[in-house]
């Protein structure tokens, strides 16, 4: 066997394990060098063998060797090469002249934005922005029973988040003197009509295609009635305003629809200004020709009501309408991602907010640790599907990922931690560790090891008497005994400070290792953290899963995590996205006294 192959093996095996923190696998190994080098497919098979020898090798490796290594023999493998990027674009608009597109991101203020608005909105900036012309950020506020200004403020703050900034904002409620005007020209044109029929009623003649006997009054009687409802004479559900549509339309929509109600709760811009609200179709077909709307988005479900709208804009000379282009309503597999089913969740309890990270609101995704380019990439991705699409937690996390790889420090950080004391551990040592294995320019933190370590329960339980480990980056480890008593070993240890004594009595499961080298050798590696109050910060994590799983709500959709890690980590900053090496990736959430609490993103 040629040294030839051999070292071709090794820059592959450590190429792979410089780039991927410190692991090679044995699989993308072999697929880098069967893709790169056609001719070495015959021994196929050989190369399998040498690669299964050399990863266990190169990954008992530290990051520091496994870069000085690839250094002496492929300096030009060090250097990351990207793969080519895909790029996603969405369709061509119909009709769409440079400067002269309008589209509008148009919530009701009765909720806080979520992964679906995302879209809508992405969707329309995307577009104003390809044809260079104006996104509008239009509030829906006409039922003053639910609107919120805190809603308006949350929409405002997640576009700027997502960095999608509106041309202008228009707010509907505003526009009720224009709304008015319009329905008295629909009135005096004897093409809408007062109805004091009970809901049922309505709902009952709509269904069976005939009208009620209102649809016949004269224009003078609808129109004194309708000051009359402006007047406040009439009680909530007493009458409607609807319009003469087509009672033997097979969309049910068309059918007379009311287009005002009476509404007197308060709204939270008009106060008690208006009794008298428009109904959805009629306050949108009004208020797309004001804003100048040239193209609008919609889910298939709003398809119904576009005939509905074009009608209204029709009898009122308002044309022409905006061209629409549609996409299928998002959902994310068990996370709801509708207001219709984050309000219960809400208001029941079941999650501690708008911002919980188990909801696909933007508050709780920012919250997670989800970036905004991560949603606009998943949104060109999915493109502009007319299939209902169900989005995977997994395709959230795997984009998300690749954008904070190369940005995020890493940490060591030990969950639910157990004691392991080393009676022979080397004194006066400095483990210097790269703040991130593939940007030595970002430097190193400092940790000072004692003879007592942090390990995780799970390693802890792994572990037999005998075995032999690595604590990562540092040196070998072989146990000794899994049961010891800590006061003996304190007290041989002539250990007085109290806070420390405190502290390592603390833990309830402990073991005692020997000292076995520092030169890497095949095996586990451990994650630690030194066991001193002094060198570590307690550390609360939360960990989400899903809301649901098969339509029934998730009891245990979140668990936290309790554990330590270095002192460095007490030094980030609120909203800090960063890997605790082997847990996953965090954000800072908040810090409390000493204690750092965080948000699992993602593995």
């Given at each position: 066997m040629s040294d030839e192959i051999n070292n071709?093996?090794?820059?592959?095996?450590?190429?792979?394990?410089?780039?991927?923190?410190?692991?090679?696998?044995?699989?993308?190994?072999?697929?880098?060098?069967?893709a790169t080098h056609v001719d070495l497919r015959k021994q196929a098979k050989l190369i399998k063998n040498l690669v299964d020898e050399m990863v266990p090798v190169v990954n008992s490796y530290s990051t520091e060797k496994q870069i000085e290594e690839l250094t002496k023999i492929a300096p030009e493998m060090l250097e990351k090469k990207e793969t080519a990027k895909r790029v996603h674009e969405l369709p061509p608009l119909k009709d769409a002249i440079e400067g002269k597109v309008v589209t509008r991101y148009a919530p009701e203020p009765n909720g806080e934005m979520h992964l679906g608005h995302a879209f809508t909105a992405f969707f329309a900036y995307y577009y104003a922005n390809k044809y260079k012309g104006t996104f509008i950020l239009r509030f829906e506020d006409t039922n003053p029973k639910q609107e919120k200004l805190e809603f308006m403020d949350a929409h405002r703050e997640a576009l700027k988040w997502l960095g999608l900034p509106p041309t202008k904002e228009v707010i509907v409620s505003n526009d009720i003197p224009v709304f008015y005007e319009k329905a008295e020209q629909l009135i005096k044109n004897n093409q809408a009509y007062t109805c004091t029929c009970s809901a049922e009623k309505?709902?009952?003649?709509?269904?069976?295609?005939?009208?009620?006997?209102?649809?016949?009054?004269?224009?003078?009687?609808?129109?004194?009635?309708?000051?009359?409802m402006q007047t406040g004479?009439?009680?909530?559900?007493?009458?409607?305003?609807?319009?003469k549509g087509d009672m033997d339309s097979e969309n049910a929509v068309m059918r007379d629809p009311a287009i005002f109600t009476i509404r007197k709760d308060k709204h939270c811009l008009q106060g008690?200004?208006?009794?008298?609200?428009?109904?959805?179709?009629?306050?949108?077909?009004?208020?797309?020709?004001?804003?100048?709307?040239?193209?609008?988005?919609?889910?298939?479900?709003?398809?119904?009501?576009?005939?509905?709208?074009?009608?209204?804009?029709?009898?009122?000379?308002?044309v022409p309408h905006p061209e629409i282009f549609h996409y299928a309503r998002f959902?994310?597999?068990?996370?709801?991602?509708?207001?219709?089913?984050?309000?219960?969740?809400?208001?029941?309890?079941?999650?501690?907010?708008?911002?919980?990270?188990?909801?696909?609101?933007?508050?709780?995704?920012?919250?997670?640790?989800?970036l905004p380019e991560t949603i606009k990439q998943i949104a060109l991705e999915v493109g502009m599907t007319t299939q209902p699409t169900n989005i995977d937690w997994s395709l959230i996390s795997a984009t998300n990922r690749k954008l904070i790889?190369?940005?995020?420090?890493?940490?060591?950080?030990?969950?639910?931690?157990?004691?392991?004391?080393?009676?022979?551990?080397?004194?006066?040592?400095?483990?210097?560790?790269?703040?991130?294995?593939?940007?030595?320019?970002?430097?190193?933190?400092?940790?000072?090891?004692?003879?007592?370590?942090?390990?995780?329960?799970?390693?802890?339980?792994?572990?037999?008497?005998?075995d032999e480990f690595r604590l990562k980056d540092l040196y070998n480890v072989k146990i000794t005994k899994k049961k010891a008593d800590l006061d003996i070993i304190l007290k041989e240890n002539d250990v007085s400070d109290e806070n420390l004594k405190s502290f390592l009595k603390g833990?309830?499961?402990?073991?005692?290792?020997?000292?076995?080298?520092?030169?890497?050798?095949?095996?586990?590696?451990?994650?630690?953290?030194?066991?001193?109050?002094?060198?570590?910060?307690?550390?609360?994590?939360?960990?989400?899963?899903?809301?649901?799983?098969?339509?029934?709500?998730?009891?245990?959709?979140?668990?936290?995590?309790?554990?330590?890690?270095?002192?460095s980590i007490g030094k980030l900053q609120v909203d800090d996205i960063v890997q605790f090496e082997r847990f996953g990736f965090v954000r800072i959430d908040s810090k409390v006294k000493d204690k750092v609490f965080v948000n699992l993103a993602h593995k």
């Amino acid at each position: 066997m040629s040294d030839e192959i051999n070292n071709l093996v090794m820059k592959y095996c450590l190429a792979n394990a410089v780039h991927y923190n410190g692991k090679a696998t044995e699989k993308s190994v072999m697929q880098a060098i069967m893709a790169t080098h056609v001719d070495l497919r015959k021994q196929a098979k050989l190369i399998k063998n040498l690669v299964d020898e050399m990863v266990p090798v190169v990954n008992s490796y530290s990051t520091e060797k496994q870069i000085e290594e690839l250094t002496k023999i492929a300096p030009e493998m060090l250097e990351k090469k990207e793969t080519a990027k895909r790029v996603h674009e969405l369709p061509p608009l119909k009709d769409a002249i440079e400067g002269k597109v309008v589209t509008r991101y148009a919530p009701e203020p009765n909720g806080e934005m979520h992964l679906g608005h995302a879209f809508t909105a992405f969707f329309a900036y995307y577009y104003a922005n390809k044809y260079k012309g104006t996104f509008i950020l239009r509030f829906e506020d006409t039922n003053p029973k639910q609107e919120k200004l805190e809603f308006m403020d949350a929409h405002r703050e997640a576009l700027k988040w997502l960095g999608l900034p509106p041309t202008k904002e228009v707010i509907v409620s505003n526009d009720i003197p224009v709304f008015y005007e319009k329905a008295e020209q629909l009135i005096k044109n004897n093409q809408a009509y007062t109805c004091t029929c009970s809901a049922e009623k309505i709902r009952e003649l709509r269904g069976n295609m005939r009208p009620c006997e209102h649809r016949d009054k004269s224009s003078t009687d609808t129109m004194k009635e309708w000051k009359k409802m402006q007047t406040g004479e009439y009680a909530e559900g007493d009458i409607v305003l609807r319009l003469k549509g087509d009672m033997d339309s097979e969309n049910a929509v068309m059918r007379d629809p009311a287009i005002f109600t009476i509404r007197k709760d308060k709204h939270c811009l008009q106060g008690t200004k208006y009794s008298v609200w428009p109904l959805y179709d009629f306050a949108v077909a009004i208020e797309d020709f004001i804003c100048g709307i040239s193209h609008v988005g919609r889910s298939a479900e709003f398809d119904t009501r576009i005939e509905l709208q074009n009608r209204i804009r029709e009898l009122l000379n308002l044309v022409p309408h905006p061209e629409i282009f549609h996409y299928a309503r998002f959902n994310v597999t068990g996370s709801p991602a509708s207001k219709r089913k984050i309000i219960p969740l809400v208001s029941e309890g079941k999650v501690e907010g708008w911002d919980d990270i188990r909801l696909v609101t933007i508050k709780g995704m920012k919250r997670r640790g989800i970036l905004p380019e991560t949603i606009k990439q998943i949104a060109l991705e999915v493109g502009m599907t007319t299939q209902p699409t169900n989005i995977d937690w997994s395709l959230i996390s795997a984009t998300n990922r690749k954008l904070i790889d190369l940005q995020a420090n890493r940490y060591f950080f030990v969950p639910d931690p157990a004691l392991l004391y080393i009676f022979d551990a080397p004194s006066n040592i400095t483990c210097k560790i790269p703040l991130h294995p593939d940007d030595n320019l970002r430097g190193t933190r400092k940790i000072n090891p004692s003879s007592f370590f942090l390990i995780s329960k799970s390693d802890f339980d792994s572990l037999k008497i005998g075995d032999e480990f690595r604590l990562k980056d540092l040196y070998n480890v072989k146990i000794t005994k899994k049961k010891a008593d800590l006061d003996i070993i304190l007290k041989e240890n002539d250990v007085s400070d109290e806070n420390l004594k405190s502290f390592l009595k603390g833990f309830k499961l402990f073991c005692t290792g020997s000292y076995s080298g520092k030169e890497l050798k095949p095996g586990a590696k451990i994650q630690w953290t030194v066991a001193d109050p002094k060198e570590t910060v307690p550390i609360e994590v939360k960990v989400p899963d899903v809301l649901f799983i098969e339509d029934e709500y998730n009891e245990n959709s979140l668990a936290i995590v309790s554990g330590f890690g270095e002192k460095s980590i007490g030094k980030l900053q609120v909203d800090d996205i960063v890997q605790f090496e082997r847990f996953g990736f965090v954000r800072i959430d908040s810090k409390v006294k000493d204690k750092v609490f965080v948000n699992l993103a993602h593995k």
